[in-house]
């Protein structure tokens, strides 16, 4: 027997819709690549998503065609993630940081027939424009006024003026939650980038869940800036959940250093944020030598990379704001786990608190993982034995686009590369990516902990640890560090540090001093690279 209750497909569509409908009047504020600050309604931004819908349709776009976009997080972004993906187009947002190459090679891949791009990122078009054989429509995000006359890119054509001459009325189409709504590549750093390609009932579904108050808490009286990209994995899907709860969005353009983010923090009255940890620093970087403080931000969600435990104690002591650690992945729509706490664990002291804190967190209802050894036998949940952490869910990829790479998933689990620990409670930890793994005499070396413990040296900005060759133990951490601006550490010192912090073997054998970590286009240190760059270095006394 079947229930008898409407079937509704699950579609992105009825985001803007229901915003509009419930919030009209809710607020999205942009920091402008123009530099200026522009605000209007959920009700301005249904009605201009609407307008790029009728704008696709008179290209003669057909339904899973591709749309491309290079922008940072604006409200003309988020219109094309809504009049996109409603209107049965497939967004692809290309992250603008990776090599003009690459970027050739995906809008190529995607078989992209728009690209809608910031003005910012102009130079990068003008250099790959003739190697991107299926785009036949290349659209400016500005003013006609703003649009180069000698770009030398064809059929160039500026955003206000495309969509200007369209109604804003559409129908959204009706049509099967399982057809695809956007797709983002990985990072690649092996092989070809591969693309996770989301559908409209994982998206929605995604964003039901980050909503939920032990994951982002997001509500109708939320200002929310997302400093996370709108070019990499969504956002987080912060702009879906955003509409899905009529929260107040505010999106912060391409200044994302400490001062601008922190001006916008307070202007627009910001309850809750999201970043990687290395934004965070920046802001934290700007606020502190000056004594400022927040005056409604209350939590912040950190991923991406570890979040070192300093900053987590950092944001609660010294600006009252609680951290969530969060973990995930593109394959994961990202969200996987969110640290916290459990109704048994308010009882606990302030610092056994914060010890669950510095986790990734508990799993999210959607989201099943499990830990297995070399031989594929699950490890046991006690918070010590590692494995390669595996996860299966609605919105965790099966295959990727156009099938590249074969099979992914094993078992019907796909496998994330990170190497985690789960404890009796669930609260999992990530101890490395596997192929960062350190093994030495025959135990493994966490590199996350070794970074960690840099970095709560007050003169340490980044650090990173990789294992080298040793004759006895096959492999000993060494510490790569970037020293802040106008402080001094020696090599003693912050070896020092680890005393009693950590078991001896743990503690690195070396550190060596760096002007900059290789960063990758999604902000993660690249090891591979640092690696590479430390090939002809040995440990001393060998
Ligand atoms: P990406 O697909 O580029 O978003 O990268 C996903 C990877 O980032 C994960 O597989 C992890 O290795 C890493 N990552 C994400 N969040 C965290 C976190 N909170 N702690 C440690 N690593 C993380």
Redesign the pocket.
Known sequence: MLGLMQSQPLLISSLIEFAQRHHGDGEIVSRRVEGDIHRYTYRVLASRSRQVANALDSLGLAFSDRVATLAWNGYRHLELYFGVSGSGRVLHTINPRLHPDQIAWIANHAEDRVVCFDMSFLPIIQAVHSKCASVEHWIALCDPDKLPADSGIPNLKSYEAWIGSQKDQFDWPQFDENSASSMCY??GTTGNPKAALYSHRSTLLHAYAAALPDVMCISARDSILPVVPMF??NAWGIPYSAALCGAKLVLPGPALDGKSIYELIEAEGVTYAAGVPTIWQMLLGHMKPAGLKFSALQRTVI?????PPAMIQAFKDDYGVDVL???????MS?LGTVCTLKNKHLKLAESEQTEIRLK?GRAIFGVDMKIVGADGQEQAWDGQSYGDLLVRGPWILSEYFKGEGGNPLIDGWFP???VATIDPDGYMQ?TD?SKDVIKSGGEWISS?DVENIAMAHPAVAMAACIGVAHPKWDERPIVVVVVKPGMELGREELLKSYEGKTAKWQIPDDVIFVDAIPLGA?G?MQKMKLRELLKDYRLPGL
């Open positions: 990985t990072s990499h994995v991923g991406g990379s570890a979040c650690h969060a973990w995930g992945m593109t394959e990202p990734q994330t590369g990170d990530i990516r996350i999604t993660k």
